[in-house]
């Protein structure tokens, strides 16, 4: 199976800062790798799709880039909705492994 | 809108069943792969099973493999997951997630509110 690996595990940050997470996986998954965002209690939200693929809907401060093993989420501009935890997840091959993801949080 | 309402979650004991339900609407269900995905209190999130569009062709996480079984009834447009031999670290909500589509069954734009199934005694 593949193993998703981000970092950092938790990232502290103000409003208005420019933010980047990292998504490494243990073999190529071309650009199938997808973002979501999720807040507490709530179900995940997808962001992000072929790696660079903004969703519908999703602010344009949402930017991914990657391909391969290498992968970031970046937030140009935090914004108070944007405190969440952020997922990576490859769709290239059962099993559709997640990240464990990324605890953004307010400094 | 596409709409996912999970069911079917609650306590059991070890090695207990339950069958869990997603009652789907706001799109045609019988054209996209379905998926369950799980997440333990606290934890992040863990991909479970995903089925095709007919039912035909079904993988499992190996966490699960001869544990659970995913199905599907197109005419009720209701996506199911049978859940047996439940152990305690299989305690997590469990979301139906609908698959983007063709292809891509493990990218999942729409997601369930979630059901919560919890294993203790």
């Known amino acids: 199976d593949i193993q998703m690996t981000q970092s950092p595990s938790t990232l502290s940050a103000s409003i208005g800062d420019r933010v980047t997470i990292t998504c490494r996986a243990s073999q190529s998954i071309s650009s199938w790798l997808a973002w979501y965002q999720q807040k507490p209690g709530r179900a995940p939200k997808l962001l992000i799709y072929k790696a660079s693929s903004l969703e519908s809907g999703v602010p344009s401060r949402f930017s991914g880039s990657g391909s391969g093993t290498e992968f970031t989420l970046t937030i140009s501009s935090l914004q108070p909705d944007d405190f969440a935890t952020y997922y990576c997840q490859q769709y290239s091959t059962f099993s559709y492994s997640f990240g464990q993801g990324t605890n953004l949080e307010i400094k | 809108e596409v709409q996912l309402l999970e069911s079917g979650g609650g306590l059991v004991q070890p090695g207990g069943s339950l069958r869990l339900s997603c009652a789907a609407s706001?799109?045609?269900?019988?054209?996209?792969?379905m998926n369950w995905v799980r997440q333990a209190p606290g934890k992040g999130l863990e991909w479970v099973s995903a089925?095709?569009?007919?039912?035909?062709?079904?993988n499992y996480a190996d966490s699960v493999k001869g544990r659970f079984t995913i199905s599907r009834d197109n005419s009720k447009n209701t996506l199911f997951l049978q859940v047996n031999s439940l152990r305690a670290d299989d305690t997590a909500v469990y979301y139906c997630?609908?698959?983007?589509?063709?292809?891509?069954?493990?990218?999942?734009?729409?997601w369930g509110q979630g059901t919560l199934v919890t294993v203790s005694s």
């Open positions: 997630a609908k698959g983007w589509g063709g292809s891509y069954w493990g990218l999942l734009p729409h």
């Open positions: 706001g799109f045609t269900f019988s054209n996209y792969p």
């Open positions: 089925i095709s569009v007919s039912g035909a062709s079904i």
